[in-house]
Antibody
Framework: EVQLVESGGGLVRPGGSLRLSCAAS????????LSWVRQAPGKGLEWISG????????GYADSVKGRFTISRDNAKNSLSLQMNSLRAEDTAFYYC??????????????WGQGTLVTVSP | EIVMTQSPATLSVSPGERATLSCRAS??????LAWYQQKPGQAPRLLIY???TRATGIPARFSGSGSGTEFTLTISSLQSEDFAVYYC?????????FGQGTRVEIK
């Protein structure tokens, strides 16, 4: 069974940093691209970052470019998102999502349950 | 960035009736179009990819159509478990963007 389990969310002050992790199981991890998608409470979905199967290609939404860094460790079946210079508008549920293929820009066939990040004084 | 626009924002439908949801892209996304269902407190679930291919385990009452910039998700006969929010998404290039969602509610 494919599982994606996010962790690392919590309350952080504006300007602070947080590192999210996504532990994957039930599939051959380095056969798939991965992304982070967030959802502010009561709002829609926003793709914020993606990475291909070997980490050689990564992309970001303009809203997080220069502040967030995506990475993966294929030996540990793990995806990470380092979030710096956090703002109130970064408050959201953050989902880890598996792409349908190794490359970039794919639909997402499996999602984690999400981890909540709250940015507040 | 490709902008995805969904209509209507809310659709009121009686159980057993057909629901038709629309999604428009600001430029052609070819066939790189997916639909997701999200229920309260849950993660999104992939319904359709490649405009019209149902994901694993998705019932046949869900169908997708369209091309280029205009797409439709049809639910042929709404069941109680289908009342949810539906999002379209293009995955042509980064950033992959989502529509703002259509809420399907019980009439």
């Amino acid at each position: 069974e494919v599982q994606l389990v996010e962790s690392g969310g919590g309350l952080v002050r504006p300007g602070g940093s947080l590192r999210l992790s996504c532990a994957a199981s039930g599939f051959t991890f380095d056969n798939y691209g991965l992304s982070w998608v967030r959802q502010a409470p009561g709002k829609g979905l926003e793709w914020i970052s993606g990475i291909n199967w070997n980490g050689g290609d990564a992309g970001y939404a303009d809203s997080v470019k220069g502040r967030f860094t995506i990475s993966r460790d294929n030996a540990k079946n793990s995806l990470s998102l380092q979030m710096n210079s956090l703002r109130a508008e970064d408050t959201a549920f953050y989902y880890c999502a598996r792409g349908q293929r190794p490359g970039i820009a794919t639909a997402f066939d499996y999602w984690g349950q999400g981890t909540l990040v709250t940015v507040s004084p | 960035e490709i902008v995805m626009t969904q209509s209507p924002a809310t659709l009121s439908v009686s159980p057993g009736e057909r629901a038709t949801l629309s999604c428009r892209a600001s430029q052609s996304v070819s066939s790189n179009l997916a639909w997701y269902q999200q229920k309260p407190g849950q993660a999104p679930r992939l319904l359709i990819y490649g405009v019209s291919t149902r994901a694993t385990g998705i019932p046949a009452r869900f169908s997708g159509s369209g091309s280029g910039t205009e797409f439709t998700l049809t639910i042929s006969s709404l069941q109680s478990e289908d009342f949810a929010v539906y999002y379209c998404q293009h995955y042509t290039v980064w950033p992959e963007t989502f529509g703002q969602g259509t809420r399907v509610e019980i009439k």
